[in-house]
Each structure stands twice: as structure tokens, then as C-alpha cells.
């Protein structure tokens, strides 16, 4: 591909929100892209210079969920940084998170001595994160903190303490930005309230 046609192509406008909404008819908009890009702008811009004078963070993303932000938010960061993933499950027979969890995935690196943040999509009941938490402290990180992008205070059944949140949300179960229903909607632009499901799915 000649240059100038992936410059043409990389500086393509992004979709906007009514055209996503046309095809997604069920996902009513909550919190639209500009000012989610605004948000996690600012976020990562704090974050960056609450870290620019210590050796460069890894940011631990948790699977599958927080792809979408922590690839935002790392591009808003004019740090060095690394990046790792985990992937978590909290599984039972109910619907609603169990309370247990289970780790699917480690980190490829060790974290003894480093400055650990970890980005997470959404904190609901809290037991994801403070589970994974309570792992990683006992790796000897030089920091730990947190990073969510959405939380549903009125859901949290664990304290956690978040360091960086980019919203505080109502309980209403939400898609879009990384954040799914069966695996669907990931790679919305926004955030938005999938209508017409009963109860509190995971
Ligand atoms: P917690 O352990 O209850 O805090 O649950 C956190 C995990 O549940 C998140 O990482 C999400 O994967 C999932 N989750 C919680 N609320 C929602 C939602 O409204 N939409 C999509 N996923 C959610
Ligand atoms: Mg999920």
C-alpha cells in the first residue's frame, strides 16, 4: 500500500454514534463516544503524570473487557509504559456473579518492584478486582492501583479502592467499548443500555 493511501485511510472519520444506533436499535446510547474519548483522555493524562517520575507502570488489563479502553487510554499517555493481561472469571449457576472466581489467564511477567495499574472495564459487585487484588499483593509490586473505566456504586458488594474511574453509572447493564452481552457488542464506540433483557446478566 503506497503511503499516501494509508494516510487517506488511517485519517478515515470514525463512524458516528446515529449510525452505530441505526444498526444496534436495542442499545440505547448512555454515554456517547466524544465524550467517552474525553474522559479517557483526561484520565490517561492524569495517570501519566502521576507516573512520570517513577520507572514506567505495567498496566495489567483484564480480559476481555477492558481491550478496548486500555488501548485508548495507553495512547493518551506520553509515558513509557508496558502492558499484560489477565482473564478472570467469576462463574456459578446463577446469572448474577457467583463470588467465584477463578483466574483463566496469568501475566507473562513477574511484578515484584514494578508499578502495577490495573485497567478494568467495569466495577460492579467488586469481587473480580478484589480478588485479583489480593493476588497480585502478594507478588510484592512496588504500587498497586486501580483503573475502571464504569462503576455501579450501587452494586458493589466489596470495597475496592479505585485509584482512576472514568464514570459512575446507574445499575443498568451496559455494552459498547470493549463491554459485552454474549460476547456481542464489543467494538461499539460508545457506551449504551442494552433494552429488552430482564434481569442482571454477565
Ligand atoms: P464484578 O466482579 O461483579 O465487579 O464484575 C466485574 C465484571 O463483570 C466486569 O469485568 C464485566 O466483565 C462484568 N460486568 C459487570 N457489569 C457489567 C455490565 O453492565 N455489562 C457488561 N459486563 C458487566
Ligand atoms: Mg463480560
Given at each position: 500500500m503506497a503511503i499516501e493511501t494509508a494516510v487517506i485511510t488511517c485519517h478515515r472519520e470514525q463512524m458516528d454514534d446515529a449510525l452505530w444506533q441505526a444498526r444496534f436499535p436495542e442499545v440505547q446510547v448512555l454515554i456517547d463516544s466524544a465524550t467517552l474519548q474525553a474522559r479517557v483522555r483526561e484520565l490517561g493524562e492524569q495517570i501519566a503524570r502521576d507516573y512520570e517520575s517513577a520507572n514506567p507502570p505495567l498496566l495489567v488489563g483484564v480480559l476481555k473487557g477492558s481491550l478496548v479502553f486500555l488501548a485508548d487510554l495507553m495512547r493518551c499517555m506520553p509515558i513509557p509504559v508496558s502492558y499484560d493481561f489477565v482473564a478472570i472469571s467469576s462463574y456459578g449457576?446463577?446469572?448474577?456473579?457467583?463470588?467465584?472466581v477463578r483466574l483463566l489467564k496469568d501475566l507473562d511477567t513477574s511484578i515484584a518492584g514494578r508499578h502495577v495499574l490495573v485497567v478494568e472495564d467495569i466495577l460492579d459487585t467488586g469481587l473480580t478486582l478484589s480478588y485479583l487484588l489480593e493476588l497480585l499483593r502478594t507478588r510484592n509490586p512496588a504500587s498497586l492501583k486501580v483503573c475502571t473505566l464504569l462503576r455501579k456504586p450501587a452494586r458493589q458488594k466489596v470495597a475496592v479502592p479505585v485509584d482512576y474511574c472514568g464514570f459512575d453509572i446507574p445499575d443498568q447493564f451496559v455494552v459498547g467499548y470493549g463491554l459485552d452481552y454474549a460476547e456481542r457488542y464489543?467494538?461499539?464506540p460508545f457506551i449504551g443500555v442494552l433494552t429488552g433483557i430482564e434481569g442482571d446478566i454477565k
Open positions: 449457576a446463577e446469572t448474577r456473579s457467583s463470588g467465584v464489543r467494538n461499539l
